[in-house]
């Protein structure tokens, strides 16, 4: 018998529904009465999933889960029990309207259910196919955690037993054993032969399962072998660029020693900035772009056969299909093409393959999808996204803002802060300066108190956010109603990387020597911030023109960078006032803080640099607003 095994959400509506339904009375008290009715919904749910219609609660399937549940109970035979169950477990996943993770979580919930009770009545075999349409249940989640990883290795541990040789419980028992092995792949990567073979297995079962799937079942056992094929692919690349690195490591030993790199990531950092990392150039035996050829040759023949699978399984006459389904099969399909094509052609597949941002489940992951597949149209074919494209994409950016509830905001900024900064600066070069702005106000904003509109709303007031994508620093202004724009590309990103973060000895970044103790080094790097950003400076102060006020918001590495100080240093009295703009990140609630008393400390001198011009009367206000009581 299988160790207990802690069942979640039992609170559910629909387990407990299915767990009421196991001890009272079918209707009429007849099992046939029972099974056609069960039989009854399951025709209209699947009419339901075939017209894409959606539901709001779990009325139906909560119903469904109690009759079945009776019936089952009833039932004389383990094969009426078993089909009942089966009936509910692809009802309950397949249900249109229902986060697909957590409809999964509901039938592994009720399966789990079922499995124990089948085996305190001696069904084992019935209990073995449970247990292994519970462990599927949870294999199919989006995103699955290691606990569930741990109950599927249970669940197919005791399902192995009962799986007769030849059988065809055997290759359902096969095809999910390989699921689990692919998915552990995600927690610990294995090599590309290991892969290669979990595809095999999987192969073999589907032939021997074809007839005996529903189409929607089948649809979606192609879509998770394309998702391994995609898988093995990247693999392969990625240990194609790990043997170049051991093969000229002696190239690298300083900059392993550096950055404590190796394989693949060590070869993409190189590749992204050399000059950082103290090298001239790029070294001639690492491609500019990661080579794609090999893997496009050894895996072409099982590629092909899956996407040929693939389209045969989409022929409506093998549906209705899921919403899930479909959505997943989609996706699988055109990131399989993308790997072997990466043409235009592949890339528009990829974009429209997401779906629509208003309607998807799952605002975030359409967000980093989306985002992650325009930059991989600029890195491999210099393509920028269209602009409906980049307003899908900050569309569903702000839904997931909208949507996340106050502890969700700090991990909706660390992982996405970077890509809504970047989408912003593709709204730049495709002329869409107002977009920018607010784009970058509302990603600023995400933690940070917000700032009246009412009050920037001035000609005489320059609001202007200076930002940096991977291809220049980009400017964004409000003045008044107006918006305006410009592109640096002198001040790229790896640019800005080597001149903050460059791991170089003989020449660190300036933000390394502040960490290095190398105060000289330090000062002299700070001394060269006038003459090395007077571009910059220069192009802000033309953006802002006549104004008498400039309000700055900086992202990216120019956050490091002190623009107000420097602006007022080159262009002293030009300006009344200049402000920095909080920092996304910098709080980390929307709650005000209560200030019983503070300290103002005044330091206007340096030992080696002039007095500072304003420090007294800004201590003074700084003092007034924080209700402090002294100044030193």
């Known amino acids: 018998m299988l160790p207990e095994l802690a069942i979640p959400e039992k609170d559910h509506p629909m387990v407990a ?9 079918s209707a009429g008290g007849r099992l046939r009465q029972a099974l056609g009715d069960v039989a009854g919904m399951v025709t209209d749910l699947e009419r339901r999933i075939g017209a894409a219609q959606t539901a709001n609660d779990y009325e139906d399937l909560s119903q469904f889960a109690g009759m079945a549940s009776a019936a089952a109970e009833r039932a004389a035979l383990p094969s009426d029990m078993a089909s009942i169950l089966n009936l509910l477990s692809t009802a309950v996943r397949a249900y249109p309207g229902l986060n697909n993770d957590a409809s999964r979580r509901v039938s592994s919930n009720i399966l789990g259910a079922t499995r124990d009770w089948c085996i305190e009545i001696g069904y084992l075999t019935e209990a073995s196919i449970t247990a292994r349409n519970r ?5 199919e989640q989006r995103r699955i955690n290691s606990r569930d990883l741990d109950e599927v290795a249970r669940d197919l541990r005791f399902s192995g037993r009962y799986a007769k040789a030849g059988s065809l ?7 999910a054993q390989s699921l689990y092995k692919f998915r552990q792949h995600e927690k610990n990567p294995i090599t590309s032969a290991a892969l290669s073979k979990i595809s095999g297995d999987m192969s073999q079962a589907l032939n ?9 079942i089948y649809r979606g056992a192609v879509a ?3 998702a391994v094929e995609a898988e093995i692919f990247d693999t392969i690349v990625r240990e194609r660029e790990a043997s170049l690195v051991r093969k000229h490591g002696a190239d690298l030993k300083d900059v392993q020693k550096l950055t404590h790199l190796e394989g693949a990531e060590l070869a993409d950092f190189v590749r992204s900035n050399p000059q950082a990392l103290g090298l001239i150039d790029r070294p001639d035996w690492l491609p500019a772009i990661p080579d794609w050829t090999y893997a496009c040759i050894r895996r072409n023949k099982p590629a092909r056969k899956i996407l040929d699978l693939l389209d045969e399984s989409s022929n409506a006459g093998n549906g209705p299909f899921s919403a899930f389904t ?26 429209a393959a997401l779906g629509d941002p208003e309607i998807t489940l799952y605002p975030d992951d359409y967000f980093l999808s989306l985002t992650r597949t325009f930059a991989r149209g600029r890195f491999f074919l210099d393509l920028l996204p269209g602009l409906d494209d980049v307003r899908r994409a900050r569309d569903a950016y702000v839904r997931v803002i909208e949507e996340s509830t106050p502890s969700d905001l700090a991990r909706v900024v660390r992982i996405q802060e970077n890509r809504a900064r970047f989408l912003s600066c593709f709204f730049v070069r495709l002329g869409c300066y107002q977009e920018a702005f607010h784009l970058l106000e509302t990603s600023r904003h995400v933690l940070a108190d917000r700032t009246n509109e009412t009050a920037i709303a001035s000609d005489n007031i320059a609001s202007i956010h200076v930002t940096h994508d991977p291809d220049a620093t980009y400017l964004v202004a409000k003045i008044g109603d ?10 790229r990103g790896p640019a800005l990387v080597r001149k903050w973060l460059a791991l170089d000895p003989g020449n660190s970044g300036t933000a390394i020597l502040a960490n290095s103790g190398d105060v000289r080094a330090y000062n002299r790097s700070l001394g060269a911030l006038d003459s090395e950003f007077a571009p910059l400076v220069a192009e802000v102060v033309n953006l802002a023109g006549k104004c008498d006020e400039i309000r700055l918001a900086l992202g990216g590495l120019h956050a490091r960078l002190p623009l107000a100080s420097l602006v007022e240093r080159t262009h002293p009295r ?10 996304v990140g910098q709080r980390t609630s929307g709650e005000p803080r209560s200030i019983e008393s503070a300290t103002v400390l005044c330091a206007a001198h340096s030992v080696r640099g002039e007095e500072l011009r304003y420090a007294h009367a800004e201590c003074k206000v700084v003092s007034r607003l924080l209700r402090g009581r002294d100044i030193a």
């Open 17 to 25: 529904r299915f767990l009421e339904g196991r001890s009272t009375e």
């Open 326 to 351: 479909e959505d997943f099969a989609r996706k699988a399909n055109a990131e399989l093409r993308w790997r072997h094509q990466t043409d235009p052609n592949s890339y528009r597949g990829l974009i």
């Open 135 to 139: 462990a599927t249940a949870l294999l």
């Open 482 to 491: 107006s918006y305006l724009a410009s592109i640096m590309e002198d001040f």
């Open 208 to 216: 021997s399962l074809r007839g005996h799937l529903s189409g929607d």
């Open 224 to 226: 998770q072998l394309a």
């Open 169 to 175: 419980d055997e290759k359902y028992h096969l095809f």
């Open 574 to 583: 030009h300006f009344n006032v200049i402000t920095l703009g909080q920092r």
